[in-house]
């Protein structure tokens, strides 16, 4: 967490564009700055140096940078945000993905499943902990 709170140093931004040059060449990858930032409530600094960062490795090749601050105003200066919580979310202006949630119940899914759908955002399925019975019904949610 202290690493967070201040903008990256040099060898940070050393690593990033480490990452940048062995991922950058895949048109598929997608980056973020990180996970679970908003439990050590990362300084914007980070956030954004850590974006920029990428941005500037990266140069004409452009790639999605994302956060899970879960903080609204640096949502709205990434590409797009991921969400730790267990309901579906509005997204405001980007896209916005709820990739892991608490311990949901198959039913519970689908529900906010569809919730996000009607929303026009993602809800991941995590598994958490459901067993092996309920994890084949949750994703017999998808077909439904």
């Known amino acids: 967490c202290s690493a967070m709170a201040r903008a990256p140093q040099g060898h940070h931004l050393k690593w990033i ?5 062995e991922t950058g060449g895949f048109p ?3 980056y973020q700055v990180g996970n679970e930032t908003f439990v050590c409530e990362a ?6 140096g850590v974006r ?5 490795a990266l140069g004409e090749k452009p790639r999605l940078i994302g956060t ?3 903080n609204p105003e640096l949502e709205a200066q990434f590409d797009y945000a991921t969400r730790h919580v267990d309901q579906a979310q509005a997204p405001a202006g980007r896209p916005l993905i709820v990739n892991e949630t608490g311990s949901l119940t198959p039913a519970q899914f689908r529900e906010q499943l569809l919730a996000a759908r009607r929303l026009g955002s993602t809800f991941v399925l995590w598994r958490g902990s459901m067993n092996a ?7 017999r949610s998808f077909d439904e």
């Open 28 to 30: 598929n990858v997608t």
């Open 133 to 139: 019975r309920q994890w084949s019904r949750a994703l």
């Open 17 to 21: 564009r480490k990452v940048a040059a």
């Open 68 to 70: 899970n601050s879960q």
């Open 43 to 48: 300084a914007p600094a980070w956030e954004l």
């Open 52 to 56: 920029d960062a990428l941005r500037q």
